[in-house]
């Protein structure tokens, strides 16, 4: 968890709502700022800055840039049209990403006691044409002026809040006090049918709230009463960012803007934790629920260096003799691609004395000899398989358990995550490998890549193939295929820009023949002796492209034109593109040279060119 100073302060909560504690409890506990935000004072305890004040949208822009805001998370009531409008529109204005934590809502449909309205102007006008002369509205104090033409000529009984400012309002309107019920809303359904008896109603008025505004107890004691229940549907919310409706998807989405928006200027780069530490929290949390008959909030696991962590839990669901548990994976800054996923594990008793794991959804099973785990296995690597079973070993010392325990560790989106990885490459099949050899992700660190390349090379080797063509992507890949057909899948590998580090690799896995081809700007790069070619590593230097054209005997003018390009794509315009010009001739030696110090065995290099151009060294 990282703690935020208040110069920190970038997001602005608008709350109120049952969401908006929520919401707020999440970023207290992921110790991040920010400023809450309501229209009244209210007096909930949580750790962001309290905003009191209604905010229209000038208000909004002038607040997000005095204080620099760079997130708005609206978690206000859903009938707070003109709030949400103000909202986007500042957004909009400002370029400010946002998210709309809504709450979740019953699918409903129209019935005998249920009728539902589009607007209060529509219920109004039904109510004014109706027999109904005794009303209960739960609809809030804001919808007494609403509903004027109904309280002015029949008995309407209004519920709103128990506070000076709702009853203020409310007798501002001009409804009678008599007529004013002052209590919270709860899921009490005794309550809610005292109600009923004390307005004689005849027909009860409600918003579309959701969950936590109770809806269903409305509905049920309705029924129960054989009282018609009218509702006017919710707004239609539209504009953001990003909408969720649980705390967890709200945690995700954090994570992730924790990389993009919410990212600090000019500080080191975060660490994170990989996929196994993920998959040992939520192990731990399902069988101490399993114990403690609920899940704890957060939970904390011992790394292989000996630190600890914390993670916060969700749970799933459980019975006697099994847990569902999920966690959300911060990759901190490194590309991982389930940075900000969720991952999970069931935990099952079982009578038989050991520790075994079985495959969840959205893990990989393991389909090709070569890997760190046997054939028909999920693929959890061995690091992350002790930390789970250090973990569960200690806790059934705790609790004096003597069974044994089924770990079925699982990631939700696994399966199309999968797709954008090598897993396919390296016979993982249908999901993603939990790795992990330290239980932290050093940021944009080349450890995770360099081993999914040596995965890939043992593959390989298992497969009896002593060839393989490399590239730094699918684009090249693609070119060099139709060269060797008669090579299987596998023996195609992708180094990113790894170029020295995938041939040492290949050495020391004793590939007796190695093809390896680059289009022109990293080829540029390689020819230069950079073996790691990432633009935060080297750029395309002009004058050594320019060297080249020189000592390759072009005229003056074009050496000099080269001298001014900032990329080495430009190149083209200058020396058209053909299998026998010297310049892109020269260019695939060089590369050669230079790779053919990190090999012992056959190596052929060849430059890729658009138009599909290949010139073999």
Same mark, same amino acid.
């Given at each position: 968890?990282?703690?935020?100073?208040?110069?920190?302060?970038?997001?602005?909560?608008?709350?109120?709502?049952?969401?908006?504690?929520?919401?707020?409890?999440?970023?207290?506990?992921?110790?991040?700022?920010?400023? #809450?935000?309501?229209?009244?004072?209210?007096?909930?305890?949580?750790?962001?800055?309290?905003?009191?004040?209604?905010?229209?949208?000038?208000?909004?822009?002038?607040?997000?840039?005095?204080?620099?805001?760079?997130?708005?998370?609206?978690?206000?009531?859903?009938?707070?049209?003109?709030?949400?409008?103000?909202?986007?529109?500042?957004?909009?204005?400002?370029?400010?990403?946002?998210?709309?934590?809504?709450?979740?809502?019953?699918?409903?449909?129209?019935?005998?006691?249920?009728? *539902?309205?589009?607007?209060?102007?529509?219920?109004?006008?039904?109510?004014?044409?109706?027999?109904?002369?005794?009303?209960?509205?739960?609809? !809030?104090?804001?919808?007494?002026?609403?509903?004027?033409?109904?309280?002015?000529?029949?008995?309407? #009984?209004?519920?709103?809040?128990?506070? /000076?400012?709702?009853?203020?309002?409310?007798?501002?309107?001009?409804?009678?006090?008599?007529?004013?019920?002052?209590?919270?809303?709860?899921?009490?359904?005794?309550?809610?049918?005292?109600?009923?008896?004390?307005?004689?109603?005849?027909?009860?008025?409600?918003?579309?709230?959701?969950?936590?505004?109770?809806?269903?107890?409305?509905?049920?004691?309705?029924?129960?009463?054989?009282?018609? *229940?009218?509702?006017?549907?919710?707004?239609?919310?539209?504009?953001?960012?990003?909408?969720?409706?649980?705390?967890?998807?709200?945690?995700?989405?954090? #994570?992730?803007?924790?990389?993009?928006?919410?990212?600090?200027?000019?500080?080191?780069?975060?660490?994170?934790?990989?996929?196994?530490?993920?998959?040992?929290?939520?192990?731990?949390?399902?069988?101490?629920?399993?114990?403690?008959?609920?899940?704890?909030?957060?939970?904390?696991?011992?790394?292989?260096?000996?630190?600890?962590?914390?993670? *916060?839990?969700?749970?799933?669901?459980?019975?006697?003799?099994?847990?569902?548990?999920?966690?959300?994976?911060?990759?901190?800054?490194?590309?991982?691609?389930?940075? !900000?996923?969720?991952?999970?594990?069931?935990?099952?008793?079982?009578?038989?004395?050991?520790?075994?794991?079985?495959?969840?959804?959205?893990?990989?099973?393991?389909?090709?000899?070569?890997?760190?785990?046997?054939? !028909?296995?999920?693929?959890?690597?061995?690091?992350?398989?002790?930390?789970?079973?250090?973990?569960?070993?200690?806790?059934?010392?705790?609790?004096?358990?003597?069974?044994?325990?089924?770990?079925?560790?699982?990631? /939700?989106?696994?399966?199309?995550?999968?797709?954008?990885?090598?897993?396919?490459?390296?016979?993982?099949?249908?999901?993603?490998?939990?790795?992990?050899?330290?239980?932290?992700?050093?940021?944009?660190?080349?450890?995770?890549?360099?081993?999914?390349?040596?995965?890939?090379?043992?593959?390989?080797?298992?497969?009896?193939?002593?060839?393989?063509?490399?590239?730094?992507?699918?684009?090249?890949?693609?070119? *060099?295929?139709?060269?060797?057909?008669?090579? /299987?899948?596998?023996?195609?590998?992708?180094?990113?820009?790894?170029?020295?580090?995938?041939?040492?690799?290949?050495?020391?896995?004793?590939?007796?023949?190695?093809?390896?081809?680059?289009?022109?700007?990293?080829?540029?790069?390689?020819?230069?002796?950079?073996?790691?070619?990432?633009?935060?590593?080297?750029?395309?230097?002009?004058?050594?492209?320019?060297?080249?054209?020189?000592?390759?005997?072009?005229?003056?003018?074009?050496?000099?034109?080269?001298?001014?390009?900032?990329?080495?794509?430009?190149?083209?315009?200058?020396?058209?593109?053909?299998?026998?010009?010297?310049?892109?001739?020269?260019?695939?030696?060089?590369?050669?040279?230079?790779?053919?110090? #990190?090999?012992?065995?056959?190596?052929?290099?060849?430059?890729?060119? /658009?138009?599909?151009?290949?010139?073999?060294?």
């Amino acid at each position: 968890m990282e703690a935020n100073s208040k110069k920190d302060i970038h997001i602005l909560l608008f709350g109120g709502t049952t969401e908006g504690k929520k919401a707020a409890w999440l970023l207290d506990q992921l110790e991040i700022g920010y400023y #809450y935000s309501t229209k009244n004072k209210v007096h909930f305890q949580c750790e962001g800055q309290a905003v009191f004040g209604a905010m229209d949208s000038a208000v909004i822009q002038a607040f997000s840039r005095k204080h620099h805001i760079k997130l708005i998370i609206d978690a206000a009531h859903p009938f707070a049209e003109e709030l949400h409008h103000n909202i986007i529109d500042a957004a909009r204005q400002l370029h400010i990403c946002t998210v709309r934590y809504e709450r979740v809502f019953p699918h409903l449909e129209e019935d005998d006691y249920l009728r *539902l309205f589009d607007s209060f102007e529509a219920m109004n006008h039904a109510l004014c044409a109706s027999k109904f002369n005794c009303i209960l509205a739960l609809t !809030g104090v804001q919808t007494i002026k609403k509903l004027a033409n109904v309280w002015q000529t029949k008995a309407c #009984y209004f519920r709103i809040l128990n506070t /000076p400012q709702s009853l203020s309002v409310a007798l501002q309107s001009g409804l009678k006090r008599e007529y004013i019920i002052q209590e919270e809303p709860n899921d009490d359904e005794s309550n809610l049918h005292e109600l009923i008896e004390r307005a004689k109603a005849q027909v009860i008025l409600s918003k579309e709230s959701g969950e936590s505004g109770f809806f269903a107890h409305k509905l049920k004691v309705a029924n129960a009463k054989k009282i018609p *229940l009218w509702v006017v549907k919710r707004p239609d919310l539209k504009g953001y960012d990003y909408t969720v409706d649980s705390v967890i998807e709200l945690h995700s989405i954090i #994570y992730k803007l924790k990389k993009t928006e919410l990212r600090p200027e000019g500080i080191t780069l975060r660490k994170g934790f990989t996929t196994g530490s993920c998959v040992t929290a939520a192990a731990k949390a399902a069988f101490v629920s399993l114990f403690e008959k609920e899940l704890p909030q957060s939970i904390s696991i011992i790394l292989p260096d000996g630190s600890t962590t914390r993670f *916060l839990t969700y749970p799933e669901k459980q019975d006697n003799s099994h847990a569902f548990c999920l966690v959300v994976k911060d990759a901190g800054d490194d590309p991982d691609i389930i940075h !900000g996923e969720q991952v999970g594990c069931r935990i099952a008793l079982i009578p038989e004395p050991e520790i075994k794991f079985k495959r969840g959804k959205g893990v990989g099973l393991v389909t090709l000899n070569g890997l760190s785990v046997n054939v !028909g296995e999920p693929a959890i690597n061995p690091v992350p398989r002790q930390m789970v079973i250090k973990a569960l070993e200690f806790l059934s010392e705790e609790y004096d358990y003597h069974g044994g325990i089924e770990v079925t560790p699982f990631i /939700p989106k696994g399966e199309e995550l999968a797709l954008k990885t090598f897993n396919p490459r390296i016979g993982i099949e249908g999901g993603i490998s939990i790795l992990g050899t330290t239980g932290r992700v050093e940021p944009y660190s080349n450890e995770a890549f360099i081993s999914s390349i040596q995965k890939q090379l043992k593959v390989i080797k298992a497969l009896n193939c002593n060839t393989v063509v490399l590239s730094s992507g699918l684009r090249s890949e693609n070119i *060099l295929k139709p060269k060797f057909t008669d090579l /299987p899948s596998q023996a195609f590998v992708h180094f990113g820009n790894l170029v020295g580090k995938t041939l040492e690799l290949c050495n020391q896995e004793k590939i007796t023949h190695i093809h390896l081809g680059l289009m022109l700007g990293k080829a540029i790069k390689l020819a230069e002796g950079n073996s790691n070619t990432h633009s935060k590593k080297v750029v395309f230097n002009a004058e050594f492209a320019a060297q080249i054209a020189q000592d390759c005997g072009y005229s003056f003018k074009v050496v000099k034109e080269i001298q001014k390009l900032k990329l080495a794509n430009a190149i083209p315009d200058l020396i058209p593109i053909h299998k026998e010009e010297l310049f892109y001739q020269e260019l695939a030696k060089r590369c050669y040279l230079v790779c053919e110090k #990190y090999v012992d065995s056959n190596f052929t290099f060849y430059l890729l060119l /658009p138009g599909n151009i290949v010139i073999k060294h």
